[in-house]
């Protein structure tokens, strides 16, 4: 009887905790019923972005089973930085060297047309002299020629003798020399002048010297002159035909006149 007794005590204390479920210190939980989920501290992040995350669970048994699974992420972008690196050879680096010379010549010839080395305008003719009676007068054609034909008149010369200044260049010339009473005259060229044509000219025979390899045409005496005499422009009275002087020198050449000076008594001149 009193066995019974212990034995019906011990089933109703056993009766009384099933409905117990009892907690861990730790937070886990044992009971006989149900399945509880603990999850035991918070998840850390590492410094280099891994994470730790323990689970427990409880089972219905009586004793306690914890079983721990633990989770690991890894990698650099957990703290926002995103590193790409590629190491090749996508950066392509050379070297194109092209070695050569490209040599453009031109044509260079004696031909010469004006002031085409400096690419202006052939400067007109300046025409100029000494006269013994200050009589001397000049004409100037204000377009410029190709060629060009120029006269110098006297009707005499101080002396018999004239001095012709030549420093105009770049330009083929032609110099008509004229007086009417008979004359030496003396070219003194300078350098880069381009004395094509000596034309003599008079009632009176003249020589000339200094004219280099420029041809000499003498229409002096009888009738062969273009005018006995013309030194005054535009025309003379008493005789002399200046007119007639100029028809004759561009009818002979071809060319138009280019510049005319002259006077009574003359005894130098120059053309520049």
Not at 232 to 255: K, S
Request: proline share 4%.
């Amino acid at each position: 009887m009193t066995r019974l007794a212990l034995l019906l005590a011990l089933l109703l204390a056993a009766c009384s905790d099933d409905g117990v479920a009892a907690t861990t210190t730790d937070g886990s939980s044992s009971g006989s019923t149900g399945i509880a989920t603990t999850t035991t501290g918070d998840a850390p992040t590492t410094g280099d972005g891994s994470s730790t995350s323990t689970i427990s669970t409880a089972s219905g048994s009586d004793s306690e089973t914890t079983s721990d699974t633990t989770t690991s992420s890894t990698g650099d972008t957990t703290q926002g930085v995103g590193t790409s690196t590629s190491t090749g050879d996508d950066t392509t680096t050379g070297t194109t060297t092209t070695t050569g010379t490209t040599t453009t010549t031109g044509t260079t010839g004696d031909t010469t047309t004006g002031d085409t080395t400096t690419g202006g305008e052939l400067e007109q003719p300046v025409p100029g002299g000494m006269c013994f009676t200050n009589d001397m007068t000049s004409f100037v054609e204000p377009l410029p020629q190709a060629e060009e034909l120029h006269i110098i008149s006297v009707y005499q010369a101080t002396g018999g003798a004239i001095t012709v200044d030549v420093t105009r260049t770049d330009v083929p010339l032609t110099l008509v020399l004229s007086s009417y009473e008979p004359v030496a005259f003396t070219l003194v060229l300078a350098p880069g002048v381009l004395l094509e044509h000596v034309i003599l000219n008079g009632y009176n025979a003249h020589t000339v010297q200094g004219q280099g390899m420029a041809l000499v045409t003498d229409v002096t005496g009888g009738a062969n002159y273009f005018a006995a005499c013309g030194y005054f422009w535009p025309e003379n009275d008493g005789g002399c035909d200046t007119p007639g002087l100029v028809a004759g020198a561009e009818e002979l050449t071809g060319l138009n006149l280019s510049s005319f000076i002259g006077c009574y008594d003359g005894s130098s001149f120059s053309l520049d």
